[in-house]
Each structure stands twice: as structure tokens, then as C-alpha cells.
């Protein structure tokens, strides 16, 4: 397939060369991935919608290579102050790159999408106020961090004493919900979306179910790293240039809501507005995907649940929805 650039992604370079002396691009197994098309940040949006016009049309199984701004779309920069952080337009939250229009995709159908290589600019931030994260309105603390990515050794520094390996993925991954309604970024729903899931990263494969035609699959709020529950309500936000592969099942097993795999686990996700609801919805959608997949009784699966299966907690933090995880191994399946 010939390669298509769409704009050149010069904004992105700045941050991030394309040659860039020293970088960690974080790649799947797959070796000389050529992308078929380029999307630059400038082609974005930051709802979801299905009413939002798709920036590319492609066919199944077309690889893109998507750069992305940080959650802000560029309010802030290195060096930003609290000001900065305080003045950021929320109506502009989340920058995200597409929509995509894949050909074929149907209601009904899955939309996979293969994450293969993960590359973070140079720069991230990290900020805290006392009306946003898990524990708002309980602490006063304030302040913000920006912080020059050290890619060489893989690792941003936190402060003196404490550096943490850069882990990157993307924050939101998601298709466009059936509706006409502009519906902000901020919450994880079916659609997939803000999920600020840190186990999304490089070689992982993302199933979203499909809601309307062509899919309309948009990437976006890049993480260099982030903890399981991103308690602060950032994780260290970056751009980041994303390689993915894009393709359409027809006739498999509907799913409810996103679910992922890689080579060592199954997961399905499950979102609500408590803990509690999203956990018992992962692990009702565990369930499901055992008795399907691997013919269990519906019983033998909800004690499977028990036995080789992990509960992780995504993100707390998106009001009004939290995203809890349930990851199965693969190891135990012996008939695979």
C-alpha cells in the first residue's frame, strides 16, 4: 500500500525529531513497520461524537502513525507555572488525533487496534489541585511539574532521589458513541474513550466495540507513565508519536465494552461510577468471555475469577467514571 502523509508533523518535532540523536521508542515485536498514512495533531478534536467528520478514511488493516499533543493541546509547555495550570481551558481537554474512518466497520462489529510502537516527545508534566483527583476537596496541596525526559536511560526524574522508568501508552483510546451529542473526553463510557489504563502500552491489542459506520477511532492524552489509579488526576502528560494497526472483525463475539489482550493475559473492562460497580462489571464481562471462549460453565469461570484472575483499578479519577480492569492468565490455558 502506498504511504500517505497527511501533514508533516512539525509541531511534534520540535519535541520529538525524527532522527533525534538519543530517543526510546518503545516497539512491539514487529520489525520494519512501515505506517500507510501519517496524522499530524493539528487533525483532531477534542469530543466524542459520531456527528464529528473523520480527518482519514482507510481499510482494515492499515497501520497509522498518529502524533499526538499532551492532554492540553499545547496550554501548557515546559516550564509552565500554576498560573498556566489554573488557566487551562477544560472545553479544550482532551486533544485528541482523528477521527479515523475505517472502511466496512458496521455496528455490531469489534474494531481492533494493535499498539506498535510508542514514542514520547521530550518533555511531560504532572499537576495537582485541591478540587481534582481521588482525594479532592480533602487535600490543599498545589503545584505542577514539567520535566525534561530523559530517553537515553528511559526514565523521567521525578526530583532528587527519585526517577521513575517512562512507561508510555495512551490515556484515551476510543470510537465514536451513537449520538449526535458532543460528549466530553473526560469520562471512560462504552465507547472506550479516557480509560487511563497504564497496561494499554506497546504490544498490547485493544478490542472497541462498534457503534456507528466507519468506527471513527480517535487516540489521544499520551502518558509517559502512570500508576495504576492515577490518584493525582495526571499522569507525567506528554506527546508522544503512536504506531498503530487497525482492522475489523465481522462475526465474532460481541463485547460490551473495550477489552485487551497480549501475550500473557486476557482483560476485559468494565466502567461505573463507584469502584464496586466497575469491578463487578469486569468481572461479569470475565465471566462471558470464559464460558465463550474457553467453554466453561458459568460456574467454573466465576471460580476461574477467583483463582488465576487479577482485578486492577484503571483510573478514579474521571468523574463521574472509574474504570476497573480483570486480567486472566494465559498460561493456565493449557489447550491453547
Known amino acids: 500500500m502506498k504511504k500517505i502523509i497527511i501533514v508533516a508533523a512539525l509541531s511534534f518535532l520540535g519535541a520529538c525529531s525524527a532522527e533525534p540523536e538519543s530517543t526510546i521508542v518503545v516497539s512491539s515485536q514487529e520489525t520494519n513497520i512501515e505506517p500507510d498514512y501519517v496524522l499530524h495533531p493539528d487533525q483532531g ?3 466524542f461524537s459520531r456527528a464529528i467528520e473523520p480527518v482519514l ?3 482494515s488493516g492499515s497501520v497509522i502513525e498518529a502524533y499526538t499533543e499532551e492532554a492540553t493541546g499545547g496550554q501548557l509547555a515546559p516550564g509552565s507555572t500554576m498560573d498556566d495550570l489554573n488557566n487551562i481551558d477544560w472545553d479544550l481537554i482532551h486533544a485528541l488525533t482523528g477521527p479515523v474512518y475505517v472502511e466496512g466497520a458496521e455496528p455490531g462489529d469489534v474494531l481492533k487496534v494493535t499498539l506498535l510502537e510508542l514514542e514520547p516527545g521530550d518533555w511531560g508534566w504532572t499537576g495537582v489541585t485541591p478540587d481534582f483527583g481521588f482525594l479532592a ?3 490543599d496541596a498545589a503545584a505542577i511539574k514539567t520535566y525534561s525526559l530523559d530517553k537515553e536511560r528511559n526514565i523521567v526524574v521525578f526530583s532528587d532521589g ?4 517512562l512507561a508510555p501508552f495512551p490515556g484515551v483510546m476510543g470510537v465514536a458513541p451513537d449520538t449526535d451529542e458532543m460528549l466530553s473526553t473526560i469520562p471512560p463510557r462504552a465507547n472506550g474513550g479516557n480509560m487511563d489504563d497504564p497496561n494499554m502500552t506497546v504490544g498490547t491489542v485493544v478490542y472497541f466495540p462498534v457503534f456507528v459506520e466507519g468506527a471513527l ?9 502512570q500508576g495504576h489509579g492515577e490518584v493525582a488526576g495526571t499522569a507525567v502528560e506528554a506527546p508522544m508519536r503512536v504506531v498503530y494497526r487497525i482492522e475489523v472483525l465481522k462475526g465474532v463475539r460481541p463485547i460490551p465494552e473495550p477489552q485487551y489482550e497480549t501475550d500473557d493475559y486476557y482483560a476485559t473492562t468494565g466502567f461505573a461510577t463507584t469502584i464496586d460497580e466497575a469491578a463487578k462489571k469486569a468481572t461479569r464481562y470475565m465471566i462471558d468471555y470464559l464460558v465463550a471462549e474457553h467453554e466453561l460453565s458459568r460456574a467454573d469461570a466465576y471460580m476461574l475469577c477467583s483463582l488465576a484472575c487479577d482485578l486492577k483499578i484503571a483510573e478514579v479519577v474521571d468523574v463521574p467514571h472509574m474504570l476497573v480492569a480483570m486480567h486472566v492468565r494465559k498460561d493456565v490455558f493449557k489447550n491453547d
Not at 527519585?162 to 522508568?165: A, S
Not at 477511532?217 to 507513565?225: I, K, L, N, R
Open 45 to 47: 478534536h477534542n469530543k
Open 137 to 139: 476537596g480533602e487535600e
Open 162 to 165: 527519585i526517577e521513575i522508568p
Open 57 to 59: 478514511r482507510v481499510p
Open 217 to 225: 477511532f480517535s487516540v489521544g492524552d499520551t502518558h509517559a507513565v
